[in-house]
T-cell receptor, first 109, second 116 residues
């Protein structure tokens, strides 16, 4: 079956760095997304990786290893507003999005 | 990025009534629209995929007669929850995509449905 695994919850300190991991098993693979979702709001797009390697976008970076079925989202210089859930989702061979359950990130002062 | 709107943002209704939720793409033509529901602290669950002018494709376990989806134009899709029950209370989110499957989905802000 198809599956996305990511930690349920993580805690980090303001100003620090945190890495949220995601592993995936899909029938075919056409790329991996990271979304941010604040409570009571819809997800907002953060990144899309389809090739191996690191994509950097400001304070956020996303990494993909297709051979390992693994991705991570790296958040630097954490701010209180980064407290949210972070959703990992993969495109399968039919370009259907397979969603992880999300990682709730708690930022402490 | 592209903008997708949803209306209403919140709705409270009595058990047994029907509720219609609209999803609009404001600055692009949404060839495909997706409807999701999300329970508290859970991930998004795809309910159905609709292509403009075609019948929606429902995911396994989703009752098509209960969740009516209409995608009559390239900018509008509607989800009607018929004979709503308290267990239908959830956060409903639509997303829209222009063109092929490799294109990004843009999400609407979501609709919080509470059935009393």
């Amino acid at each position: 079956g198809q599956n996305i695994d990511q930690p349920t919850e993580m805690t980090a300190t303001e100003g620090a760095i945190v890495q949220i991991n995601c592993t995936y098993q899909t029938s075919g693979f056409n790329g991996l997304f990271w979304y941010q979702q604040h409570a009571g709001e819809a997800p907002t797009f953060l990144s899309y990786n389809v090739l191996d390697g690191l994509e950097e976008k400001g304070r956020f970076s996303s990494f993909l290893s297709r051979s390992k079925g693994y991705s991570y989202l790296l958040l630097k210089e954490l701010q209180m507003k980064d407290s949210a859930s972070y959703l990992c989702a993969a495109f399968d061979s039919n370009y259907q999005l397979i969603w992880g359950a999300g990682t709730k990130l708690i930022i402490k002062p | 990025g592209a903008v997708v709107s949803q209306h209403p943002s919140r709705v409270i209704c009595k058990s047994g009534t029907s509720v219609k939720i609209e999803c609009r793409s404001l600055d692009f033509q949404a060839t495909t629209m997706f409807w999701y529901r999300q329970f508290p602290k859970k991930s998004l669950m795809l309910m159905a995929t609709s292509n403009e002018g075609s019948k929606a494709t429902y995911e396994q376990g989703v009752e098509k007669d209960k969740f009516l989806i209409n995608h009559a134009s390239l900018t509008l899709s509607t989800l009607t929850v018929t004979s709503a029950h308290p267990e239908d209370s959830s956060f409903y989110i639509c997303s829209a995509r222009e063109g092929g499957g490799y294109n990004e989905q843009f999400f609407g802000p979501g609709t919080r449905l509470t059935v009393l």
